[in-house]
């Protein structure tokens, strides 16, 4: 289980420097191209979830997320006995979680900025919480 917290511990860390670093620097400038056309760093005040769903509701989403971080907190001590990956798997979900919900208490939004241009913008976060899930899979 120790492990497992730190690895989400380390997440967390990472993701709100990022994000920190994209309030910053991003913020004043809106959008810097890194690969013209192909890949930005935009920032975005994202109301919503994933791809911007459920815009306008941060109160209710807040409160959703905040008990699905209790939940995954709760479940980590089932995950202590289990292989590495898995529990790799719950940290990213777990940090990467917890890092949105930092943003949503803090700002009531969460800061988004990698910008491919043909999908919606994201965070370090999201991108934890997405291979957490494919490592699962």
């Known amino acids: 289980m120790h492990t497992l917290l730190s690895v989400a511990a380390l997440v ?10 994209a309030l910053w620097l991003l913020k004043p400038r809106g959008s810097v191209p890194v690969i013209d056309g192909i890949f930005h760093l ?4 994202n109301t919503g979830i994933a791809f911007g769903f459920f815009q306008g509701h941060p109160e209710l989403l807040s409160y959703l997320i905040f008990a699905s971080v209790l939940c995954l907190l709760g479940g980590s001590w089932f995950l202590r006995n289990q292989k590495l990956p898995e529990r790799f798997a719950y940290a990213f979900i777990l940090g990467g979680a917890a890092g949105n919900l930092m943003d949503r208490i803090r700002f009531q939004h969460v800061i988004d ?14 991108s934890f919480i997405t291979i957490g899930v494919f490592l699962f899979i």
């Open 113 to 126: 900025f990698l910008d491919f241009r043909v999908w919606p913008v994201f965070n370090v976060a999201d």
């Open 12 to 21: 967390l860390l990472i993701d709100q420097t990022t994000k920190f670093a």
């Open 42 to 45: 935009s920032f975005v005040e």
